[in-house]
């Protein structure tokens, strides 16, 4: 039996897209990925890239802190006695995810817990093969795999994950753990000096590791770089390793020279990689049309169109610039609600 919708990816995306499916009665079937090693290793586990990290500040309606405090202040007397009571604060990325989960769920979302392995998107009803060996058919598909941080690999890097080292400055920089403290960003692209300079706004100093004598970065963003006196450029770097214990998690790194001199210690409070992405697209075998980064393309500006009727993208795998959970949250919505609209026009 061909499914109406099938969404591939379970990050805010996805549930985001199943949810906005499931209330239009399209029944959307879920698959939320494998609970594998092969999937922890790349950081690719169900619930996607928010699952990875603790304290969540900017997703819209979950305000860090006191929540009870906060809905006191927030709201007049009367609305606030209509509430219940409410003793978290605020909300961590894998409870915001089992949230948006248990919402797409509530409407009648089917999960399953495997990898989408290949795709025919030839001719519709689309064929999808998962890891479990079993086929499935769909009139549309919503791809919404996301993108991972790509981090350097070295074992003391892994050991200080949310503590201290952040594949996302502009989720993590505001966190009071990394404010007037020196930090570290590693990279020499455009990401890695936009990441330096949006932490500069918190730091007390953002060192810039490069393990060449220049920038890749454009030469605007080389610039802004070296004009800004918080951002000091360690040329010929390399990390060797991360530095922290226990209690503190990060506390500084040790740098190798790529020109030959002698290794340096520094004390950091926050380590951030800024070396790219990379999307989870490599299912799709030439499916889809992609970027020459391997994001897939939107066909059409302000819709999520894909190269083939029919298949919508959703979230950071079509999405290499605004990479957060909001934006990935609103084209899931976006998706779905172009899927429904496709299914109208072509029927089911
Ligand atoms: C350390 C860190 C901290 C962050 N903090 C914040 C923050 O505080 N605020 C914020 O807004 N954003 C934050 N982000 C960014 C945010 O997590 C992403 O923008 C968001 O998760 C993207 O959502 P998504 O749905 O596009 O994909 P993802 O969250 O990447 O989820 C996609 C998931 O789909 C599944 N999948 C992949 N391939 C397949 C397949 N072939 N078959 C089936 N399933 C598959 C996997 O489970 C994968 O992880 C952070 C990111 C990182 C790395």
């Known amino acids: 039996m061909s499914e109406k919708v099938i969404i591939i990816g379970s990050g805010p995306s996805g549930w985001t897209a199943a949810i906005y499916a499931a209330r239009a009665e399209l029944k959307p079937l879920v698959f939320e990925g494998a609970y594998t090693d092969e999937n922890r290793i790349a950081g690719t586990l169900p619930l996607g ?3 990875l990290t603790t304290e969540v500040e900017n997703y819209p309606g979950f ?10 202040a927030a709201l007049p007397e009367a609305k606030r006695m209509e509430m219940p009571p409410h003793s978290r604060h605020g909300v961590n990325g894998p409870e915001l995810l089992e949230l948006m989960k248990q919402q797409a769920i509530n409407f009648g979302t089917r999960i399953v817990s495997e990898d989408i392995k290949c795709v025919d998107f030839r001719r519709r009803p689309f064929h999808l093969s998962a890891s479990d060996g079993n086929s499935y058919e769909a009139q549309s598909v919503i791809v919404a795999t996301g993108a991972r941080a790509n981090y350097l690999g070295l074992p003391s890097e892994e050991k200080f994950k949310n503590r ?48 060449r004598d220049k920038l890749r970065a454009s030469k605007i963003m080389a610039e802004r770089a070296a ?6 450029i360690l040329w010929n770097r390399g990390v060797d390793e991360v530095l922290g214990n226990e209690q503190q998690g990060v506390t500084g790194m040790r740098l190798k020279s790529t020109a030959g ?19 989870n697209t490599a299912f799709l075998q030439g499916g889809l049309e992609l ?38 949250a609103g084209t899931g919505c976006m998706a779905a609600l172009d899927a429904e609209r496709f299914l109208a026009e072509h029927g089911d």
């Not at 305000?63 to 006191?72: F, Q, R, S, T, V």
């Not at 059409?300 to 079509?318: E, H, I, K, L, Q």
């Open 261 to 279: 001199e002698a290794d340096l210690e520094l004390p950091i409070s926050g380590f951030f990689l800024g070396i790219g992405h990379t999307p």
């Open 291 to 328: 970027t020459d980064k391997k994001y897939i393309v939107w066909t059409t500006p302000g819709r999520t169109f894909t190269s083939v009727p029919g298949v919508f993208a959703a979230g950071d795998v079509a999405d290499d610039y605004y990479r957060q959970a909001v934006t990935a």
């Open 49 to 51: 890239q928010l699952a």
């Open 63 to 72: 305000p860090a802190g006191n929540l009870e405090a906060y809905l006191d």
């Open 227 to 232: 004009a800004n006196a918080k951002i000091e």
């Open 164 to 211: 201290g080292v952040s594949g996302c400055a502009v989720c993590d920089g505001a966190l009071p753990r990394f404010r007037n403290k020196p930090l570290a960003v590693i990279g020499g692209g455009d990401s890695a000096v936009e990441e330096a300079t949006y932490l500069s706004k918190f730091a007390s100093k953002v060192y810039l590791v490069h393990r």
